[in-house]
């Protein structure tokens, strides 16, 4: 009997390094994503995020919102416009969320990244691990030229993740930030830039289904071989 088509090959993709793993979530995993999220996820005095999605929002509305917002994720994506949230995963344990989008891929081949970490697990260089890992996927499961992040001015500990790892800055912008005009520093990095960073290692699991899905075809360093 011929196997049924994949239909959704990203339920099979897997991130694995040796301190975090990023899971492409099923709704039990989206379920627990939006549970550690409503128990808060940053000060209330603060606003980290441009989009403020998690202001004035009850626990239980702010979990139902974030499980809309990756159902939406899964039925608008089509291979030139896609964005991919992937639970972080230490011991087991759901401690966060991080994202990876594009649009155009196969022509710009640019990735832009968003993440955040439950405030129980912040401040273990769980953040770094899971934005390496997204990296690897970008430009070593990928193929991917660039990748874009950014944070406003005063979230120092983001923006020194991203420069750790090799991101430079590219601009400022002023975004409206609940009312305010705050200065947002915008950051990227390069291939060149990527191979440079000392990282530790990522394996891929359900890596080649996905490329397919998204029409890349056979992954670089298999085209080289």
């Known amino acids: 009997m011929t196997?049924?088509?994949?239909v959704?090959?990203?339920?099979?993709?897997?991130?694995?390094?040796?301190?975090?793993?990023?899971?492409?979530?099923?709704d039990a995993i989206a379920m627990a994503i939006a549970r550690l999220g409503a128990r808060g996820i940053h000060d209330p005095a603060t606003m980290p995020f441009a989009v403020p999605w998690t202001r004035n929002k009850t626990p239980p509305e702010?979990?139902?919102s974030t499980?809309?917002?990756?159902?939406?994720e899964r039925a608008t994506a089509t291979r030139l416009a896609w964005n991919a949230s992937f639970a972080v995963v230490v011991a087991g344990e759901v401690v966060g969320r991080q994202d990876i989008q594009t649009l155009d891929f196969p022509i710009h081949r640019t990735v832009t990244s968003g993440s955040w970490i439950g405030q129980d697990y912040q401040g273990r260089g769980i953040g770094r691990a899971a934005r390496e890992a997204i990296?690897?996927?970008?430009?070593?499961?990928?193929?991917?030229?660039?990748?874009?992040?950014?944070?406003?001015?005063d979230n120092p500990r983001s923006l020194a993740v991203s420069r750790r790892l090799g991101y430079v800055e590219t601009g400022r912008t002023m975004l409206d930030r609940e009312g305010v005009p705050t200065e947002h520093v915008d950051l990227a990095i390069d291939r060149a830039g990527w191979a440079a960073v000392e990282r530790a290692p990522v394996a891929f699991v359900?890596?080649?289904?996905?490329?397919?899905?998204?029409?890349?075809?056979?992954?670089?360093?298999?085209?080289k071989q």
Do not use: C, K, S
């Open 8 to 26: 959704w090959p990203f339920f099979g993709l897997r991130l694995v390094a040796p301190t975090v793993e990023l899971v492409y979530p099923d």
């Open 206 to 223: 359900g890596l080649e289904p996905v490329r397919a899905h998204l029409g890349l075809g056979a992954a670089e360093h298999d085209r």
């Open 62 to 64: 702010l979990a139902l």
């Open 67 to 72: 499980m809309q917002n990756i159902w939406l």
């Open 135 to 153: 990296l690897a996927f970008a430009f070593d499961g990928l193929d991917a030229a660039h990748a874009r992040t950014g944070a406003f001015h």
């Open 3 to 6: 196997p049924p088509p994949v």
